[in-house]
């Protein structure tokens, strides 16, 4: 039962004009992130505009509670979820609208809880795009969420991060007060007090507006997937094709992680997937004949191209001009010849860019297994070594990790000028939580078996996700999401962990924004 500071809390909340939401299963719901459950909730506030959010902040601030926010709820690191109960979340999911597209300064500005696709589809019609375009989960994922977590895909092995692509943020303090950040056209003017906001966490304010740079969407893409037989080949020739500058994007998967793919749904008889795929090539020039081949090309190839494949790389070009793409793929095959790879169908990259924004459902294993991603970014002359330090951990469990279901697969993808993402992906045999059960479709979940669960197997599964984050932090790997996982202070110089505490409690002087976010 609530108590009496309780019910005036969530009727102040309320006098705010935003929706306060106090039932049960909701704050059960909201308690949770795709990894674990955090601590108990007093109540989750979802504003409509900008004005109530700083008085919602303000309010819970004055009474002593700790605020978060949580944009599409797709945090596998505790980016919103609370280690001490009576915690206000804020639900951003309604502060969605596109609050001005600027075809001539080329910059777009829109609520922090717009999603990725959201924007995409909207700059469509224009021929318009952000540089980085969104994270494979940007279907439920928010914009304002990818500024505070700083995430990658789509664009990223040209145009780096979701931070690179901002230009401005309104936030809002611990004290309410909105403050806009630098220039609406330009970034930076001066320090960097945009950037400064950019990989937070919400550990310093919350996001309300970001405001984007614009390019024009390209003209035409080319693709090509290639095999390796050895990690060292594959990691040197992604290395190669990032440090070229000729690929949009560019990723991989590694033998454990093919053969999950290979036991999912067969890419021919997903017909929504397969229809996106003939319809982006029909309206790239082809016309519907080029599109007619190129899906039975994909029904003909299924997936048994990778059937025998040990590890896979699959590059994305594009250009104004068929040529200048295609130009990039074959330097890409070049660069894959030294190396020792061969190209197979390029059905994975088709299918993927045809549809960017897809269905969630990967969250869970082919036999309903639960998901734990886990990364590191690293230069490319570091990366041979961490990875052979990840096989050798892995190694190290192997007999314990058999007897109790628990498989991995790693997925590796390149970050224009910065390096290499390797992020092992652990799947292990357990319950899923409400906020997997809401996200995957039903007519997947049907099809899946419900695990019981399993409090073995999630014990190891956090010693070995605590395992390789530290293996990461010796090898200096950085990180997105840093949520409450990764050990960010730590491996900052002294004088700038000072500051970055000095910043905090200008900021939040009462240590409630988002308490334990960047480990502060």
């Not at 096989?391 to 991995?408: P, Q, T, V």
């Amino acid at each position: 039962m609530a108590t009496l500071a309780e019910l005036s809390l969530i009727s102040t909340l309320r006098d705010t004009g935003a929706e306060v939401l106090d039932d049960p299963g909701s704050l059960d719901f909201y308690a949770h992130d795709i990894y674990s459950r955090g601590a108990d909730l007093a109540a989750i506030v979802r504003p409509a505009n900008t004005g109530q959010l700083a008085a919602a902040v303000k309010v819970a601030i004055e009474a002593g509670r700790p605020v978060a926010p949580r944009g599409g709820g797709m945090s596998y690191t505790g980016g919103y979820t609370q280690q001490q109960p009576g915690a206000v979340l804020f639900d951003l999911a309604a502060l969605d609208r596109i609050l001005d597209i600027n075809e001539t300064d080329m910059t777009v500005k829109v609520e922090a809880g717009c999603t990725w696709a959201k924007l995409y589809e909207a700059l469509q019609p224009m021929g318009l795009r952000t540089p980085m375009w969104g994270t494979l989960s940007g279907l439920k994922a928010s914009i304002g969420g990818g500024m505070s977590q700083n995430g990658i895909f789509w664009g990223s092995s040209r145009h780096g991060s979701a931070a690179l692509s901002c230009v401005a943020l309104e936030v809002v303090l611990a004290d309410g007060t909105v403050m806009r950040t630098g220039s609406e056209f330009s970034r930076p003017y001066g320090p960097d007090l945009t950037g400064l906001f950019c990989g937070d966490t919400g550990a310093l304010g919350i996001k309300a507006t970001v405001t984007l740079r614009l390019v024009r969407e390209a003209a035409h893409n080319a693709y090509a997937s290639f095999v390796f037989d050895d990690h060292a080949s594959w990691l040197a020739a992604s290395s190669e094709i990032e440090r070229s500058d000729i690929a949009t994007e560019c990723f991989g998967f590694d033998p454990n992680l093919n053969a999950l793919r290979m036991k999912r749904d067969s890419l021919s008889s997903d017909a929504r997937q397969l229809v996106g795929m003939m319809k982006k090539e029909a309206g790239s020039g082809g016309g519907v004949l080029k599109a007619l081949k190129e899906g039975a090309k994909v029904v003909a190839a299924g997936r048994d191209f990778l059937k025998d494949a040990r590890f896979s790389l699959h590059v994305l070009a594009e250009g104004r001009i068929a040529a200048a793409a295609e130009a990039d793929i074959e330097a890409a095959r070049a660069i894959v010849h030294r190396h020792g790879g061969r190209e197979v169908e390029n059905s994975i990259p088709k299918i993927v860019r045809a549809n960017p924004f897809g269905p969630l459902n990967s969250m869970l294993g082919p036999d309903g297994e639960r998901w734990a991603p886990i990364h590191g970014l690293l230069p490319h002359g570091k990366a041979q070594d961490c990875y052979n330090a990840i096989n050798a951990l892995f190694d190290r469990h192997r007999d314990e990790m058999e007897r109790l279901g628990i498989h991995i697969g790693t997925l590796v993808a390149n970050v224009g000028g910065q390096g290499v993402i390797i992020e092992p992906c652990i799947y292990w045999p357990d319950a899923s939580n409400p906020l997997i059960r809401d996200t995957v479709e039903d007519s997947h979940l049907k099809r899946l078996p419900k695990l019981a669960a399993n409090a073995e197997s999630w014990a190891l599964t956090q010693k070995l996700k605590r395992a390789l984050v530290d293996l990461f932090f010796e090898h200096k790997a950085v990180h997105f999401q840093i949520g409450r996982t990764y050990r960010y202070r730590e491996s900052l110089d002294p004088a700038a962990n000072a500051l970055l505490q000095l910043l905090k409690r200008q900021l939040d002087p009462k240590g409630l924004m988002n308490p334990g976010s960047l480990g502060l």
